[in-house]
């Protein structure tokens, strides 16, 4: 049975500081991402002994697990490669113009992604996504790890909303993080990912 692993990250934990501390940065990723990895794992385990031995009536509760921790594998790893201590001020050249044409504008975007990313509530992600069938981007929110999710849209730049990404450093105050965020995104792994998807969509 093929197996998550956790992913090594492109950067030292430090290298993010100041808009995420290192001490901040090795819990996230050493504890919490390593245990949506651990969780994953386990339950596919779990869904093929049941499977092995035909008893399938915990099967629901199975898979909203699977579903949980795979995605928190997902997005997390999607969130580390979409940051970079390089990253920060706008993307060019198609991403922008997708921007442009779906918001209005690069600062209309920031803001609406922002909104989301600190009006999530509870624990969740503000998610900007492509969406196949319009061929476009949209801005949505995650609520935990899956849901309020249109089918279908490929993420391309994902926020973490949850306390464990912040708290020690920001304690409360959400905005002040999502802030920071903007200064360290990697738009040259954005631009890729969106390349990726419009492609997808016009084949």
Do not use: C
């Amino acid at each position: 049975m093929a197996l998550y692993t956790l992913p090594d990250l492109p950067y030292d934990y430090s290298a993010l500081e100041p808009a995420i501390t290192g001490e901040i940065l090795e819990l996230h990723h050493a504890k919490h991402h390593a245990a949506y990895v651990k969780g994953a794992n386990d339950t596919l385990e779990q869904l093929a002994e049941a499977r092995d031995k035909g008893q399938l009536g915990g099967l629901v509760g199975l898979e909203k697990t699977l579903a949980f921790n795979t995605s928190g594998h997902v997005l997390h790893t999607l969130f580390w490669q979409n940051l970079s201590p390089d990253g920060g001020d706008k993307p060019d050249g198609a991403l922008a113009t997708a921007l442009e044409r779906d918001f209005g504008s690069f600062d209309a975007f920031r803001k609406q992604l922002t909104a989301a990313t600190a009006s999530v509530q509870g624990s969740g992600w503000g998610v900007l996504a492509h969406e196949p069938l319009a061929d476009r981007l949209i801005v949505t929110q995650v609520y935990d790890h899956h849901g309020n999710v249109a089918a279908g849209m490929t993420p391309l730049l994902v926020f973490d909303a949850w306390e464990h990404a912040y708290y020690l450093q920001y304690r409360n105050v959400r905005p002040d993080y999502v802030e920071k965020l903007w200064s360290i995104v990697n738009w040259a792994d954005v631009a890729a990912r969106f390349s990726a998807a419009s492609g997808n969509a016009a084949g």
